[in-house]
C-alpha cells in the first residue's frame, strides 16, 4: 500500500511559479514510477509528467516541457514537480500517482493516487 498526499498548490499570477510536493507513505515508494495528472473544469484527468523509480528517466506532456521539471527524492519518500512560467490553462487540480506500468500516460496504469492539490493560475 502506498499513500500519497500532495501539497503546494495555491494562487498565482500568470508567469509565477510553484513547486508541488508529494509525499508518500510505505517502504516500497521507491519500487514505483511516479506521475502527476491534472484535471481542469469539465475536463478528463490528463497526463502531465512521470518519472522512473530511479529518477533517471523523465516524460513530459507536449503542453508542459521546457516549463516544468519532475524530481524525486527517495531518501524522503517525495516526488516534486516544479511549475515556472505558468499560464491561466495550467489551473487544474493536480494530482500524484504511482505506477508499476512503463505506460505512464495512461491514467489507468496507475495504482495509487493522492487526493490532489488546487492550482489556479490568474491572467
Known amino acids: 500500500q502506498v499513500q500519497l498526499v500532495e501539497s503546494g498548490g495555491g494562487l498565482v499570477q500568470a508567469g509565477g511559479s510553484l513547486r508541488l510536493s508529494c509525499a508518500a507513505s510505505g517502504r516500497t515508494f521507491r519500487s514505483y514510477a511516479m506521475g502527476w495528472f491534472r484535471q481542469g473544469p469539465g475536463k478528463e484527468r490528463e497526463f502531465v509528467a512521470a518519472i522512473s523509480w530511479s529518477g533517471g528517466s523523465t516524460y513530459y506532456a507536449d503542453s508542459v516541457k521546457g516549463r516544468f521539471t519532475i524530481s524525486r527524492d527517495n531518501a524522503k519518500n517525495t516526488v516534486y514537480m516544479q511549475m515556472n512560467s505558468l499560464k491561466p490553462e495550467d489551473t487544474a487540480v493536480y494530482y500524484c500517482?504511482?505506477?508499476?506500468?512503463?505506460?505512464?500516460?495512461?491514467?489507468?496504469?496507475?495504482?495509487?493516487w493522492g487526493q490532489g492539490t488546487q492550482v489556479t493560475v490568474s491572467s
Open positions: 500517482a504511482a505506477s508499476k506500468s512503463r505506460l505512464w500516460t495512461l491514467v489507468g496504469e496507475y495504482d495509487y
